[in-house]
């Protein structure tokens, strides 16, 4: 990857320290998946940002109707779920389910050696895998975990009051974290690599 090439994808709206500080970030991937993912510049924003860590959200994995308490990672863009952005129609919040990495990895155990499932569990940590976000851990607050990009719900944009995030918000990202992210969603959502030739419809 040409890192010069690189920095005309990067946001405009940076300071010069922010953009040195992704920059420097994307060039050290995949070995600092760490908790510079991870801000705390943004703590009490009324904002429920795009890759947020939130608390208190439900959960069905369909065709079961038993509805389940998650903590979830918002995929949902900021601007769509921000209040004040008055619409025609209601907003959702769209997110999915925070899976603990430990939890994960042990019900891996049947049915693979060993080496498969090392060599599985590190390529999710390298953020290797399309499907799958992996989140470092974060100390007395995030286990290490996982978001499969693949397993969606959501909940109506009022459900959380703006003014009281502080009492659901897990992390938010920084912007290497939510770089990296929305690199993960469009690599899972809208890369073109299915090989298949889709004609117009004929008269």
């Known amino acids: 990857m040409n890192f010069d090439d690189l920095k005309i994808y990067l946001p405009k709206f940076l300071s010069t320290e922010s953009e040195k500080k992704l920059f420097d970030g994307l060039k050290d991937f995949p070995s600092n998946i760490d908790q510079r993912l991870y801000t705390n510049f943004l703590e009490n924003q009324p904002i429920i940002f795009q890759g947020d860590g939130l608390q208190n959200l439900l959960a069905v994995n369909l065709p079961s109707t038993e509805t389940k308490v998650v903590t979830g ?103 290497f974290g939510n770089y990296l992210f929305l690199f993960k969603l469009s690599l899972h959502f809208t890369r073109i690599q299915d090989k298949v030739e889709r004609k117009s419809m004929q008269a």
């Open 73 to 175: 990672m918002v995929l949902s863009n900021t601007c769509d779920i921000d209040p004040n952005n008055k619409r025609n129609f209601p907003s959702q919040i769209v997110y999915a389910p925070i899976i603990n990495f430990r939890k994960y990895a042990d019900s891996l155990k049947g049915g693979l050696t060993k080496a498969q499932v090392d060599g599985h569990l590190d390529a999710i940590k390298k953020q290797y895998i399309t499907q799958i976000f992996y989140l470092p851990p974060i100390e007395g607050k995030l286990s290490e975990s996982i978001v499969f990009l693949d397993r969606i719900h959501n909940i109506s944009n009022d459900f959380f009051d703006r003014l009281q995030l502080d009492a659901s918000r897990v992390f938010t990202l920084s912007d």
